[in-house]
């Protein structure tokens, strides 16, 4: 059993920066891949970004590449997401989630990928 709990929302300008934060629990959390979703109120669940197991590779949606980096610190058990130059567009509820696999394959951004899902944290960017 995997548990996932975000953290790091909150509200933020426009323009501005936030980094979420996303602690697993478990022994096997340097053996998956890891990734972010979020979900805007009345949109589905959309992929923004995924890391692999070792944090050499990285895949990104494209509204947020060149904005939203992710990484990972296997030691602490935790992923990031670092969010800059945020628009009110990015405003949604931010999930982390457990890949079944270590490496991204080729559909590391379909939610069945992920097995497991935290709780969510709401980012709001105003204008």
């Known amino acids: 059993q995997v548990q996932l709990v975000e953290s790091g929302g909150g509200l933020v300008q426009a323009g501005g920066s936030l980094r979420l934060s996303c602690a697993a629990s478990g022994r096997t959390f340097s053996s998956f891949a890891m990734g972010w979703f979020r979900q805007a109120p009345g949109k589905e669940r959309e992929f923004v970004a995924a890391i692999s197991s070792s944090g050499g590779d990285t895949g990104y949606a494209d509204s947020v590449k060149a904005r939203f980096s992710i990484s990972r610190d296997n030691a602490k058990n935790t992923v990031y997401l670092q969010m800059n130059n945020l628009k009110p567009e990015d405003t949604a509820v931010y999930y982390c989630?457990?890949?079944?696999?270590?490496?991204?394959?080729?559909?590391?951004?379909?939610?069945?990928?992920?097995?497991?899902w935290g709780q969510g944290t709401q980012v709001t960017v105003s204008s």
């Open positions: 989630a457990k890949n079944r696999y270590q490496l991204l394959g080729g559909s590391y951004y379909s939610l069945d990928q992920y097995n497991y």
